[in-house]
């Protein structure tokens, strides 16, 4: 799997606020806070690939019942 670059997202209200009240994150909470957005997205990708599959099961299981295969 490659890398694929993105651009930088926008900054919310909170983060220019942060910035401009001189409270901005060090590298090290920002980096953490980015991991855990990834974390939130794999978690999700999971969830969504459980569902598909158990949906693919019931659907293989139907298919098998309607043509009389085991």
Known sequence: MSPQRREPEPFRQSQLDEILNGAQ???AELA???ARH???HAVMAIFELAFSLE???EAIGR???ETGRH
């Open 25 to 27: 994150p060090t590298a």
């Open 32 to 34: 953490i806070r980015d």
């Open 38 to 40: 990834a974390l939130d």
């Open 55 to 57: 949906s693919l099961g």
């Open 63 to 65: 298919f098998n019942a």
